[in-house]
């Protein structure tokens, strides 16, 4: 099967269909994948998922991931040289990584596959309610048990994090596919839902010098901006 015959390449044109086709939009989610190929110096074709237009509702797209959301890839030359389409950013972190053979140590494995998937179930969900209750509509809501059972366990979370990168610049010892899946949601907690004041981030001693190491790295200032907006 080429990549005509999936039903997303018709509303996003592969113009390189030898590259990797990159579905997203510049959330704390969809970047990590662009991060991640950059990175990782990994041919792609970015393709802006605009949900101003609704377009992760659009058939297409719910062909290559029924969930909605992004980011999502589609690769021509996925494993035994067929097609594999995925979706789910954890996931493709880990594709991308054993494809390149770059930010998931052998040695290390383990140990970075333990903090991405702190990322995917703790810091991610618990910090995206935060934000709905501190930066978006959930700020209307009178009762205001909801906003302090995510802003204690944000706080908690950091505190955890702040601890693991005692004596350390990376999560897992050396940089890898579980930083880049923290930090674009710590970036977004400061400086978008503007929350982490709330979350104790004054009070923390590792993780702010932590992520203004990640935001200098030439290949994360290049994927914090990939899709480009038209």
Request: charged letters at 20%; a neutral charge; one cysteine or more.
């Amino acid at each position: 099967m080429t990549l005509a015959g999936f039903p997303i390449t018709r509303r996003w044109p592969a113009t390189r269909p030898e590259a990797i086709q990159l579905y997203s939009l510049t959330t704390p989610n969809g970047v990590k994948v662009s991060i991640a190929l950059e990175e990782m110096g990994l041919d792609y074709e970015a393709h802006l998922v605009d949900f101003g237009t609704n377009d992760q509702f659009s058939p297409e797209f719910l062909s290559l991931n029924p969930n909605n959301k992004i980011p999502a890839i589609l690769d021509p030359n996925g494993p035994g040289g067929t097609p594999l389409p995925l979706f789910e950013s954890g996931a493709i972190l880990i594709y991308l990584a054993e494809k390149s053979g770059k930010l998931l140590p052998q040695d290390r494995r383990y140990e970075v596959l333990q903090w991405l998937m702190f990322q995917m179930g703790g810091l991610g969900p618990m910090f995206g309610q935060l934000g709905f209750f501190h930066h978006f509509a959930g700020k209307e809501i009178d009762d205001p048990r909801p906003k302090e059972r995510y802003r204690a366990e944000a706080a908690r979370l950091l505190k955890v994090l702040d601890g693991a990168l005692e004596g350390r610049d990376w999560i897992a010892g050396e940089f890898s596919i579980a930083d880049i899946a923290i930090c674009p949601w710590l970036n977004t907690l400061l400086n978008f839902y503007k929350a982490a004041g709330i979350a104790g981030w004054d009070d923390l001693k590792n993780v702010p010098a932590y992520l203004e190491r990640f935001l200098a790295r030439p290949a994360v200032q290049r994927g914090m901006k990939i899709p480009a907006r038209g």
